[in-house]
């Protein structure tokens, strides 16, 4: 949006962007989008083909996507959008050991989903929505795992296949209103998802000479598991803006989360929401709050609800049903024209749905812990330059019995970076940022056993650089940058496989 003017008009516009660099990494997107007095419409493509930073971290992703809007009255206005993505990745986890990886993994996802949409606007401070989804999602995972320890003198080879197929169907209501003092958000949903998983297991026992014709292999029998859900929603965020220097966010929400699958994931329950926003000086503000979240499955993540309560994140891309309660303390503080700076600590307590022993079932509930801290500072010393230092820490406990592959985890980060801008359109960018990494790993392969875990720690040095080019005129912007500028190896642990920070 840096290279759009603040108002459109009706005319057909294109916007395109490319990327390559190293290991096969290439990606490209293109947007065409027009204006005609009361329609608008865009159409997309993008895709991202990477050969990965080591063996089977290939990715590639490709996305279509088409949306239209219509303003039937200046009160009323209707949406439609189709999007198409299909993923292809091998294994990105980063499991603290360079060496603890799967060599045979391939996921494909392959995700279609249909949207429309309603906005209609009774009086300015009296606001309608409506959105309407249906989804259907195939994922196909395979692997092939050797394990010589298992069978001393022999190679034992497990090739499961996991085959996902489900169909959602989401519709959701909102009501916003505005006034001096008060402002309320409040809504309802319905969603429900039809689907199944499948998992199918090869087993193969190969023995060496003169052994060799006893090899053999066989099928397990096939695991079921039954993805369908009903789940309702109901909200009601409430915003007092009462004195004038502090607004405070009272609401609650109900899940009504019922599967066929596993008693232990059914959930109904009320969720408080607790949030205040105050400012006792013209340049500071405080943050708190309190909530309660049922995370909703991951199909039907998109939703209407408000995201935030007093600025923290509600929600995380945690497993299925899961329970949790954050409690969050911040405060952000401008201590001249150019100079800011901020610290926040949080904490959630989760109670998450696990299945024991080789069950694709959930049939009890574990208790996780998160705990995160961020201190920032933000420096503009000159018209040309910025300086930015940050320190964030992350703590997780998790259990023995259920993990995804570290039962503890202590991280420390601390990113330090200079940027220059200078009116030619020119721009520097130098960012090192200092990592120290401690936890209780568990090698794949191995039981959830204690004398199975291993302890790791490792502190390293990353640094990234890059140099843009403005074009004039809005025409675009061209950088050339590197990643990890000195090639630095290291063992890292990555809590969100799904969205890695470093890789």
Known sequence: NTYNPLFNRNQAVMQAGGLAGSNSTWGAEGVVSGIYDKLSLSAGYTRFDTDGWRENANQDDKIANIFGQYELTYKTSLQAEYRYRDTQKGDLALRFDPDSFFSNLEEEAKKNSIRFGLRHSFTPGSIFLGSFIYQDNKTDVKNRVEDQEALPGALLIIEPETDIDEDAYSGEVQHLFRS?????????????????????????????????????????????????????????????????????????????????????EDRNQVNPKLGITWNPFEATTLRAATFRVLKRTLITDQTLEPTQVAGFNQFYDDVTSTESWFYGLALDQKFTQNIFGGISASKRDLKVPAPVGDSVFANKRVDWEEHFGRAYFYWTPFRWITLNAEYLYEKYDYTEEFNLGARKVTTHRVPLGLNFFHPSGLTAMLKGTYFDQDGIFLPLLKDRLPENYVSGNDHFWLFDAALSYRLPKRYGLVTVGVRNLFDKEFNYYETDPVNPSYQ
């Open 180 to 264: 001096e003092y008060i402002n309320l958000t409040s809504g309802a949903g319905y969603f429900n998802i039809n689907g199944e998983e499948q998992i199918n297991r090869k087993v193969s026992v190969f023995f060496p000479p003169p052994l060799t014709d006893l090899s053999r292999s066989a099928f397990l029998p096939p695991q079921k598991k039954n993805l369908d859900v009903n789940h309702t929603n109901l909200y009601l965020y409430s915003y007092i803006n009462f004195p004038k220097n502090v607004v405070f966010t009272l609401g609650a929400s109900a899940d009504f989360f019922n599967n066929d699958f596993s008693e232990v």
